[in-house]
T-cell receptor, first 117, second 117 residues
Framework: GAVVSQHPSRVICKSGTSVKIECRSL??????MFWYRQFPKQSLMLMAT?????????EQGVEKDKFLINHASLTLSTLTVTSAHPEDSSFYIC?????????????FGPGTRLLVL | AQTVTQSQPEMSVQEAETVTLSCTYD???????LFWYKQPPSRQMILVIR??????QNATENRFSVNFQKAAKSFSLKISDSQLGDAAMYFC??????????????FGKGTRLHILP
């Protein structure tokens, strides 16, 4: 099946710093990528949807200036948490759906655990 | 708006036995996809099975099968011959076929499945 990678897998940073998380589709072209946030023992909460070459669409309540999303190519999307604070600590997951074959299915990255001190 | 409901927060099953996880959804659309995703302790989301709403035949993937009842808006997952590796959080999910909905997936809150040795 389609493979999606995320980097880093975990990151610890100081409050006030910015953190960039990369999401890559390794064997297919991802026309659409999604960013989720997951709190412990809860479901995935969609933060934003990004289509290659256009601005991301953010879900209600998600600060677009706080969570910057770039989808510059068909294989790479980045999420930058700007001026991170302890309340931003969470598990962030990306997913991708592609133009080749499985457009109807989202394939998920392994997630990034962010801890802000 | 579409909703997905998983009424069983946790379930347990004896190894080698069969278990059924429940899922209901609400939609006014006639064409859509339904999914079951598995999230093991590693937190990697894994696609278990997918069902197209226009198909009457229930999807099957090895030990995993679904009971899709479109009129009742029910989509249960049956796991046969349960194995220790099946222990995970299972999410039921819905995806519209409406091109304006940006491929978004709506997740249920999940059911945590325990396998008893």
């Amino acid at each position: 099946g389609a493979v999606v990678s995320q980097h880093p897998s975990r990151v610890i940073c100081k409050s006030g710093t910015s953190v960039k998380i990369e999401c890559r589709s390794l064997d297919f072209q991802a026309t659409t990528m999604f960013w989720y946030r997951q709190f412990p023992k809860q479901s995935l909460m969609l933060m934003a949807t990004s289509n290659e070459g256009s601005k991301a669409t953010y879900e209600q309540g998600v600060e677009k200036d706080k969570f910057l999303i770039n989808h510059a190519s068909l294989t790479l999307s980045t999420l930058t948490v700007t001026s991170a604070h302890p309340e931003d600590s969470s598990f962030y997951i990306c997913s991708a759906s592609g133009s080749s074959g499985s457009r109807e299915t989202q394939y998920f990255g392994p997630g990034t655990r962010l801890l802000v001190l | 708006a579409q909703t997905v409901t998983q009424s069983q927060p946790e379930m347990s099953v004896q190894e080698a036995e069969t278990v059924t996880l429940s899922c209901t959804y609400d939609t006014s659309e006639s064409d859509y996809y339904l999914f079951w995703y598995k999230q093991p302790p590693s937190r990697q989301m894994i696609l278990v099975i997918r069902q197209e709403a226009y198909k009457q035949q229930n999807a099957t993937e090895n030990r995993f099968s679904v009971n899709f009842q479109k009129a009742a808006k029910s989509f249960s997952l049956k796991i046969s011959d349960s194995q220790l590796g099946d222990a995970a959080m299972y999410f039921c999910a819905y995806r519209s076929l409406d091109m304006n909905r940006d491929d978004k997936i709506i997740f249920g809150k999940g059911t945590r499945l325990h396998i008893l040795p």
